[in-house]
């Protein structure tokens, strides 16, 4: 995207100033909920508002027009008024030289003839006053660099690395909740709305050269014109990873043809196809969507499909071994000097092969040790570390047990805890070190999130698979858009 | 929308570099067998018409000929089956090639895509199966290799009941190929390489179909 193109862009995501056109003082409209959400955020431009009454909400005082309000001090303007106000609004903001807005209004392209007549007449105004206009019947635009939270929903994701573009308002919210479930943060994210004058293409391209973003994650449903879409695409995938949550997939094309390929021909499949081929991941539910994009955002790509698992349990390291048969990755057979190596390390009960299951034989340091020669092996490209966090969990059963702190529990409750925020560190450290995946899994990542297993996972800014199925799922995204940089000569 | 026969089909897609069977188009019975004596026997005998599209369902491929007499019956019954509405025909005369596989590929003419490749499984379960994979005009090499890894059934492509692996840079090639004739010639809307049989570890279309503007 060229600086000119990107100009607007910024007054969406990092705007100097925001008015809210149509403020409400009732706490259950959109136009109160999106002034609130702003103030709450902590957005540390200006804020205006404006509504027909005047007076004063959540301290801001209001405007009865927006030719009172300060000329360049605004660049973007949240949309709350109906279809009829807003070609006045949108030229009077024009003159105080905003350069964005957003319409987060309905009553536009989804609501008939009329709406689809008024939609278009905005969409040449804004084009004619040179405003960028996003949405309209849209939830909103949310921006973390900025403190920027300009939706008509909660929540305000915390900060991060995943830009989120959706043509479902409601999935830009279910990726926020994840993020705030995770911690994994997001940096820009927009609901598409109807999409009138600017598309998911337009803020992917722009996210492609974001600084403040490491990956995209976009939900299509309707695609229009596929050929064009997948020709942007391609320039975004070529720059940052982009993972997509398609709806509408199962929905068969059948078309009456003469030929079998074209009765073999689904929307489905040459979607999934054109996916392949632009490298675009594809994920079928929202939190393998999510997921997939956190683990983009916080993992080194893999140089290869090969991978080890180390478990202190060998059921685990069962299920994840045939979570990886079924996938792109490959379960790698434990070369022999890493064999020899792991021997030193443990009494020979071991599974001494992959999944390397350490059977209960782990002493103080052996985790954090195995770890490290796992990973640092060139025949590895990739770890699932598996079991974090069981021997704190016994520790809180302890600590809220009627013994503690007596019998020498407070002793064992400290160091199993010391101890799993020490391996949960020891597999960032090593993931960092070596350049290469570490990913670590266990269900307490939500059955008991506080424990300090998984919570020394997020405080290392990375995300703990709540299985590790889930763990495999991600990493083949991984794997599958690092195959095709690699296969493209890219890099 | 038109069809083109068989033997035009299949001359189109050959000079774009699909493998194609050693066949012969005759005129009546006397250069049927002729043919056959060409290329050896076994054959197969077809009616091939610009107009005739399911030559299978019609009952027109006589398969497993193993001498002229054969032959000769064959080209009589098909070309006595012939109806006023099939327009000009005539017979292809193929050699009788057996495989194990049987993939299928063609090109597909998208309302939303445009112009897509597609290779899969194929014999009598294809369309049950669908195990099939598609790509947007134009390929790229790697493109075409990677649709090969796409097909749930990939193990197809290795050795296979005593048959040799299916040779990927051949394989890759005839989707290359297509990807050129989608390029090329733009009254192209579809084709069907049905089947797209492996033989001797090498795909050869058997049976093809082009689909054309008027």
Known sequence: MTTGRRAPFDALFDPRGVLVAGASSHPGK??????????????????????????????????RTVDELPDGDIDLVFVCTPPAANAALLEACARKGVRAAFLTTAGYGEAGPEGRRAESEIVALGERL??????PNGQGVVSTPSSLCAQIVAPFPPRGRIAVASQSGNFVSSFQNYAMQTGIGISRAVSAGNAAAVGIADYLEYYADDPESAVSLAYLEGVSDG??????????????????????????????AASHTGSLASDAKIFEGACRQVGVTVATTVEEAFEAAATFATQPLPAGPRVAVVTTAGGWGVVTADAIARSELELVDLPDDLRTAIDAKLPPRWSRNNPIDLAGGETRDTIPEVLAMVAEHPGVDAVVYLGLGIQSNQARMMRDGPFYPGDGLERIVAYHERQDARFARAAADVSEATGKPVLTATELAIASPDNPGPRTVRETGRLCYAASTRAVAALEHLWRYARWRRRRNLE | MSTLSEARSKQLLARYGVPVLDER?????????????GIGYPVVVKLCGDRIAHKTERGLVRLGLHDGA???????????????????????????VRSARELIAGLHTDAQFGPCVMVGIGGVLAEALADVTFRLVPLT????????DDLAAGSLLGPFRGEPPVDRDAMASVLLALSRVAESEPQVQSVDVNPLMIVDGRPVAVDALVEVTE
């Open chain 1, 130 to 135: 040179g405003i960028l206009l996003a949405g």
């Open chain 1, 30 to 63: 959109f136009g109160f909920v999106a002034l609130h959400n702003i103030l709450a955020s902590g957005y540390k431009g200006k804020v205006f508002a404006t509504n027909l009454d005047g007076g004063e909400i959540l301290g801001v005082p209001v405007a």
């Open chain 2, 70 to 96: 054969a032959v000769r019956e064959a080209a009589m019954q098909l070309l006595a089956a012939t109806t006023s509405e099939d327009g000009p025909v005539e017979l292809l005369v193929a050699p009788m």
């Open chain 1, 227 to 256: 050929r064009r879409l997948f020709t942007r695409l391609r320039g975004v995938t070529e720059r940052k990873p982009l993972v997509v949550l398609k709806g509408g997939t199962t929905a068969s094309g059948q078309r009456a």
């Open chain 2, 25 to 37: 188009t005759a005129r009546d019975a006397d250069d049927a067998v002729a043919a056959a004596a």
């Open chain 2, 141 to 148: 090499p790697v493109d075409a290799d990677e649709m090969l």
